[in-house]
């Protein structure tokens, strides 16, 4: 018997563009409560739902572990588990049921809970933890085991005679190194590695650093660690770094920060002890344009290991990037563009169509930019109402029945806007198609000017223009009959 059964609602399989990708990361803020839950003399074990192919598939592990508490506890660095997909939401309310069934108490602790906690108990969830959660869980399973009122909890939601009770909001952790290290040795890293290393021929593994994000675009929630931020040392990291290589042998790590490195003169410790570790990294980041323009961060960031930087570029458009209130200029992202690319860093872009009052004189300097900065990969989404930003509120009167995507390519704008949803979705499609198309025709010129070796890899790109330019035109042609058509 254990003392908690921990698990959380991400299953891969049922977003099939993320199956399809095969690059998986492990639930980290799962990791990290059973590990504090443990070191406080909890027994835990953690059913992995990442490769599950339903919610039944937690019954045996109920079965066997006989828990007094079932733990729902999603990671809270991943942005896929923000989004608050539909298909997870009813896989959690399964799992709910199932413990529920079997006589134990279930906690539960994730962005959508925070936004509908009320949802979640009324599914049968016992509590709901609100924000960062890791010490509220210790204090309420404490409370619970002591007899104790959990009224006195910050940062939880719970029925009492019918009524729901929320408590103060619990204070975010300021010293992240008094957190113990992600309990890895507690799930099955073997089909993690075999996934990616199918897929891409390596393995890559997710490290946080950081919590919170200081900066207001307003269409992005916060709901675990809110506007603050605070950060681990570089030490602390370097530790859980050394850790995983000895025992797992990544080949690359992915630091899944909002933002990593915004404390002045982190980046350039963090590459000093990289060097002095003789760490030989190889790592991916999330940054912004301006933040990279700061101090000497880039070139910090490639002295450490860093290959691949994703900067959310959103929109071609100042207009629209003051509408977001992002807070960063065009000209920004293209010199941190350009540095990133002459220290050899591969910029990638997040771009963002649809958000409110956008024109296709604002859509078109969005794909001008892509195709002159050419970023060495783009992730394109349309505008996502999240609860408890500004955004949401604007267009909550728009959202209907749905309120959700199904899955993360679903990309359903739900709300009115310049054009209908069709042609958002034949936009992404184009924007994919046209992107590629520049690649290859780049790579075409490079070889013309004898700036780059030619290789199979290479004439395979240039190759592609006779697949892209007629796919481009047809896209173009489709685009161009939808954008005929006002929302």
Avoid at 59 to 71: I, N, S, T
Avoid at 98 to 126: H, I, M
Avoid at 436 to 448: P, T, Y
Wanted: charged letters at 25%; glycine letters at 6%.
């Amino acid at each position: 018997m254990k003392d908690i059964l921990f698990t959380h609602s991400y299953f891969l399989r049922f977003d099939a563009k993320q199956w399809a990708l095969g690059q998986p990361y492990a639930p980290l803020g799962t990791l990290y409560a059973a590990s504090l839950m443990r070191e406080n003399g909890y027994q835990v074990a953690v059913f992995d739902t990442m490769f599950a192919k339903s919610a039944e598939e937690v019954m045996p592990a109920l079965d066997e572990h006989q828990p007094q508490f079932f733990v729902i506890y999603d990671d809270g660095f991943n942005y896929l588990t923000k989004m608050c997909l539909t298909n997870m939401r009813e896989a959690a309310f399964k799992m709910i049921k199932l413990a529920k069934e079997r006589g134990c108490t279930v906690l539960v602790s994730s962005s959508d809970s925070t936004d509908q906690y009320v949802n979640y108990l009324n599914q049968g969830a016992d509590i709901i933890m609100l924000g960062e959660a890791e010490y509220t869980l210790l204090e309420t399973i404490a409370a619970i085991k002591q007899g104790k009122e959990i009224g006195q909890v910050h940062g939880i939601a719970f029925k009492k005679n019918n009524e729901i009770i929320k408590t103060s909001r619990r204070s975010v952790i300021k010293d992240l190194d008094s957190l113990p290290l992600p309990a890895w040795d507690i799930i099955d890293i073997a089909p993690y590695k075999s996934s990616w290393t199918k897929s891409v021929g390596y393995f890559s593994m997710n490290i946080g650093t950081t919590r919170g994000c200081p900066f207001k675009c307003n269409w992005c929630a916060k709901p675990i660690y809110g506007n603050r931020y605070n950060s681990r040392s570089p030490q602390n990291v370097i530790t859980e770094l050394k850790m995983l290589k000895e025992n797992y042998e990544y080949d690359h790590i992915w630091f899944c920060d909002d933002i990593f490195g915004l404390k002045p003169g982190w980046v350039h410790e963090f590459a000093d002890l990289t060097v002095k570790e003789n760490l030989h990294l190889k790592f991916k980041i999330q940054s912004r344009a301006d933040l990279l323009l700061q101090e000497n961060n880039i070139e910090d960031l490639a002295r450490a290991g860093c290959d691949n930087i994703w900067i959310g570029a959103e929109s071609g458009s100042q207009k629209i990037l003051d509408a977001m209130d992002k807070g960063i200029t065009i000209d920004q992202i293209s010199k941190a563009a350009g540095l990133l690319k002459k220290h050899g860093i591969k910029p990638s872009f997040f771009i963002q169509f649809g958000y409110p009052g956008e024109t296709w004189e604002d859509i078109q300097s969005t794909i001008d930019m892509i195709n002159r900065l050419l970023p060495y990969s783009i992730g394109v989404s349309v505008s996502y109402p999240l609860p408890g930003t500004v955004f949401h509120e604007r267009v909550l009167s728009e959202l209907k029945e749905k309120t959700n995507w199904t899955d993360s390519d679903e990309l359903q704008l739900m709300f009115k806007n310049t054009y209908q949803p069709a042609f958002y979705k034949q936009l992404h499609r184009y924007v994919q198609h046209n992107y590629r198309k520049h690649l290859a025709m780049e790579q075409l010129k490079k070889m013309l000017r004898g700036s780059v070796r030619i290789s199979k890899t290479a004439a395979r790109k240039v190759l592609s223009l006779l697949y892209y330019m007629p796919v481009v035109a047809l896209d173009h042609y489709k685009l161009n009959k939808l954008e005929q058509t006002r929302g």
